[in-house]
């Protein structure tokens, strides 16, 4: 079993904290001028995403987890799970749900998505920053009005929903930023 | 931190900093007599405490000690105290110090220190000396708190710090939302060492001076103890908010109890599975000889210049911090 000594804690590195796959966040080194040495450590759980933060005794020595991530490109989905593939082995991942998270909103077949796996598993999925995506359903809006200062809600191919400008009408293709779930600008064409 | 790896980190106002609070020190210490002086940073002898890391160096030559190994100094303090025993009266030093393994956002494994000596001084009227340091090179008239360990820990935790067992301890971690699970088989002092690093350090203000003194016998480093009821170590620390700048010590001078600390540390390092390092033989000659009574203190002049420019990391005061150097 792998294991880092607190001396080797720093951001990005991947450790087991009770039986889940964690990265760590932030390492604080807290040390009295005379007495113990403590690392105070704040961590993301990999598979729900939380936040916690330990404090180790210095010198204590925890799990480390076979966390790995990796450059996917998702190929299609059974409505049960999402299947993807190493573009350069051919090897295919399969994704449940848990792990797919907000990210099947936004991808649709030959989307590069960055997957982290452990133990060879995904356990998250990273949609790209943007994407291109058609409007199946929106209102026609107010004609005259160009300003698009309020805009409107747009049903997107994937089944996500956007607020769109009033000018972008159903059947367009628009790019959105997918950290913030925001429309970016009408897709150019080619 | 996001310039070219040959570039210095702290900027150039922060150096011109660093050296008018060199110049402000020596300046201080001129007007009142106290003399500066120089000590090895490399001697065979090393530190006991299992706290502490020193690095290790070789030396090929002229009277090498065994396998030529020689320790970088953790602090001035014992080649210091010769200087004391040997008649030096007040003397203080301005020296790098060096700390395996301690890195983050006040350490560097290499920091520099400003220790001093008083001859005829106790812990009391050394902290009143402390504070005059630190307001001069800060150059702004802060208030002074003195709290001992006792009091703060009651103020802070309702707890007993000098008697509460370890369960207690470390539930009171817990109710103020420590996790603890990585503190398996921690003795009392990490507990406590806990509490005060995680709880009570993040409470104290940053606009005044809070000196903890009289520490409990168990945390006496080389400090005097004096036999009340509960015994307590006469020793001090300064914080500025949750910044630790000093450590004092009210100065033991038996050369026996003196041995017997030494040794104590030596098997806490055996049992740590540490390598035992060679005790100071040449200090306790040297209090054997008759060091005078004394209060001394260690200062940590990176962590000054930091308050000193608002830095929050020691990063941005150093030239060239580890990654760098």
């Keep these: ?190 | 931190m996001d310039s070219p790896d040959w570039r210095p980190v702290a900027r150039m106002e922060t150096l011109r900093a660093r050296a008018a609070l060199m110049a402000a020190v020596r300046d201080f210490f001129a007007q009142r007599g106290v003399l500066e002086v120089e000590t090895p940073l490399c001697s065979r002898y090393a530190t006991t405490d299992p706290a502490l890391d020193p690095f290790v160096t070789r030396y090929a030559g002229p009277h090498a000690p065994p396998q030529g190994t020689l320790y970088l100094q953790t602090s001035p303090e014992f080649p210091m105290k010769r200087l004391l025993a040997a008649g030096s009266g007040p003397i203080y030093q301005i020296c790098k110090a060096f700390r395996n393994g301690e890195y983050g956002r006040r350490h560097n494994p290499e920091f520099t220190l400003l220790e001093w000596y008083r001859p005829g001084f106790d812990h009391r009227r050394l902290m009143g000396e402390v504070a005059e340091l630190v307001q001069t090179a800060l150059g702004a008239a802060m208030p002074v708190e003195r709290w001992t360990y006792a009091d703060l820990f009651h103020h802070h935790l309702g707890i007993d710090a000098f008697h509460a067992p370890s369960d207690a301890l470390a539930m009171r971690a817990r109710e103020f939302g420590v996790d603890t699970e990585g503190m398996a088989g921690a003795s009392r002092n990490a507990w406590l060492d806990l509490l005060l690093s995680h709880v009570i350090e993040p409470r104290l203000p940053p606009d005044r001076l809070i000196f903890i003194h009289d520490y409990p016998a168990s945390q006496a480093a080389l400090a005097r103890i004096r036999p009340d009821d509960p015994p307590v170590a006469e020793r001090f620390e300064l914080y500025v908010g949750p910044m630790e700048l000093a450590n004092g010590f009210n100065e033991l001078l038996d050369p026996q109890e003196q041995r017997r600390r030494f040794r104590a540390e030596q098997r806490a390092c055996t049992m740590a599975g540490t390598p035992e390092r060679p005790l100071d033989e040449r200090l306790l000659q040297a209090l054997a000889a008759g060091m005078p009574a004394t209060a001394g203190v260690a200062l940590g002049l990176d962590r000054l210049l930091m308050l000193k420019v608002g830095a929050r990391d020691i990063r941005e005061v150093l030239a060239f911090p580890l990654e760098r150097a």
């Design chain 1, 1 to 190: 079993m792998a294991t880092y000594s607190t001396n080797e804690f720093k951001g990005g590195l991947k450790v087991m904290i009770d039986g889940d796959p964690c990265s760590i966040i932030e390492n604080e080194f807290v040390k009295p001028g005379k007495g113990q040495a403590f690392n105070r450590v704040k961590l993301r759980n990999l598979k729900t995403g939380r936040v916690l933060e330990k404090t180790y005794k210095s010198g204590e020595s925890v799990e480390a987890a076979d966390v790995l991530e990796t450059d996917l490109q998702y190929l299609y989905t059974d409505g049960e799970y999402w299947y993807f593939m190493d573009p350069e082995s051919f090897e295919q991942y399969t994704a449940d749900k848990a792990a797919m998270g907000d990210a099947v909103k936004w991808i649709k077949d030959q989307d590069v998505c960055t997957v982290t796996l452990w133990n060879g598993s995904p356990i998250g999925v990273e949609p790209p920053n943007f994407v291109i995506l058609t409007i199946t359903e929106t209102d026609p809006g107010l004609k005259g009005d160009t300003s698009g200062g309020g805009g409107k809600p747009a049903t997107l191919e994937t089944g996500a929903v956007v607020r769109v400008p009033l000018f972008v009408q159903t059947g367009e293709a628009i790019k959105v930023d997918t950290r913030s779930g925001e429309y970016v600008s009408r897709a150019k064409e080619g």
